[in-house]
């Protein structure tokens, strides 16, 4: 997770989990922006939606690492204040689940037995 200036887009701090997802260590985020995570492609998308800012859950987003490799993330923001400045608190969960992702882990989830109850099999 991290937090961000809402009218610069610079990084205002992260967390350990998020210098070991994107591979830049917490100086290198200190001089970067959310523009600076994104894929080229996706930069337009990013500021139309960014022009009116929203608390918002589990919204779809591509990230790069500094590897330079796109991968999906799940955002959810909360705007708060940070150091005196108007700032939003990001979480971006980086195990989006794909539709593939999903009908596998379905059919690999184990349920425990089901147990009746002694009042739906007895008779008073």
Do not use: C
């Not at 937090?3 to 994107?22: C, G, I, P």
């Not at 959810?76 to 150091?83: A, D, N, P």
């Amino acid at each position: 997770m991290w937090v961000y200036d809402v009218q610069t887009l610079r990084f205002l701090e992260v967390n350990d989990a998020t210098v070991r997802a994107y591979g830049y260590s917490r100086r290198e985020f200190m001089t970067m922006t959310l523009i600076d995570i994104r894929p080229t492609e996706d930069i337009k998308p990013f500021l139309r939606d960014w022009e009116h800012p929203h608390e918002s859950t589990a919204e779809k987003w591509r990230h790069v690492g500094k590897d330079g490799k796109a991968f999906p993330v799940l955002i959810t923001s909360w705007e708060l204040t940070f150091q005196g400045r108007k700032a939003e608190l990001i979480l971006a969960r980086r195990d989006v689940p794909t539709p593939a992702r999903v009908a596998e882990s379905e059919t690999t989830k184990t349920y425990p037995p089901q147990q009746k109850s002694k009042s739906a099999t007895t008779n008073p």
